[in-house]
């Protein structure tokens, strides 16, 4: 068995997972989770079926581990995994499937507003309120950094419906934003 000194470098926690040893297993876990709950959180409301996700994460990563390369950082490898569980899980699931509404393609106003005092904890729970579609493509290219490319081969869309998707997404934010200025003001004037 190795010691828990063994896992206080990457490599050494990779190989304790490689040669099957639990506590290793254990110890990426418990680094980890807090994480990619975070990330299976963004793309699926509820907590419970998140954290499902999360795990069915987990178990996908201990078993293509022996494919990672030392080719770029391990977390990212991981991260990966973990986002690409969660969005086969929602085109997998009926009730979760992305809405595309392309028909009503009029323009939101432009706002003029200010992230005065906009906790990202708040912003982050409006990202959460977006419809499924539209606040799956914004985690994927805002916070997760992938390409309207990449994005619409992962969801099986194309990209100018990405591009779209976003877009809507940022102008519900922005009107979402907009409106809480006034009642800050009023509040604080």
Same mark, same amino acid.
């Not at 999360?54 to 178990?59: A, D, Q």
């Given at each position: 068995?190795?010691?828990?000194?063994?896992?206080s470098t990457e490599?050494?926690l990779i190989?304790?997972?490689?040669?099957? /040893?639990r506590?290793?297993q254990?110890h990426?876990y418990?680094t980890y989770s807090? =994480? !990619?709950?975070?990330?299976c $959180?963004?793309y699926?409301k509820d907590?419970e079926?998140a954290?499902d996700v *999360?795990?069915?994460?987990?178990?996908k990563i !201990?078993d293509?581990?022996p494919?990672f390369e030392?080719?770029?950082?391990?977390?990212?490898?991981?991260k990966? $995994?973990m986002v690409?569980q969660?969005? *086969?899980?929602?085109?997998?699931?009926r009730?979760?499937m992305m809405?595309v509404n *392309?028909?009503? /393609?009029s323009? !939101?106003?432009d706002?003029n507003y200010e992230?005065?005092?906009?906790?990202a904890?708040?912003?982050m729970? *409006?990202?959460k309120?977006?419809?499924?579609?539209y606040r799956t493509? !914004?985690?994927?290219?805002?916070?997760?950094?992938?390409?309207? =490319?990449?994005i619409?081969d992962?969801?099986?869309i194309?990209?100018?419906t990405?591009?779209?998707?976003?877009n809507?997404a940022?102008?519900v934010?922005?009107? =979402?934003?907009a409106?809480l200025?006034?009642?800050?003001?009023?509040?604080?004037?």
């Open positions: 068995m190795f010691s828990r000194t063994n896992f490599s050494g190989q304790g997972c490689l040669k099957g /040893d506590s290793a254990r990426l418990e807090g =994480k !990619f709950l975070a990330i $959180i963004r699926l907590r079926h954290e *999360m795990i069915e994460g987990f178990m !201990f293509k581990l494919q030392n080719k770029g950082s391990f977390e990212g490898w991981m990966r $995994i690409t969660a969005l *086969m899980t929602l085109r997998s699931n009730h979760l809405e *392309m028909e009503n /393609d323009e !939101f106003k706002h992230l005065t005092s906009l906790e904890e708040e912003l729970e *409006m990202v309120a977006l419809p499924v579609g493509v !914004f985690n994927l290219y805002a916070i997760e950094g992938y390409s309207h =490319k990449e619409a992962l969801l099986g194309n990209e100018s990405s591009k779209s998707q976003l809507r940022r102008n934010l922005k009107e =979402k934003i409106s200025i006034p009642n800050e003001r009023r509040i604080n004037g």
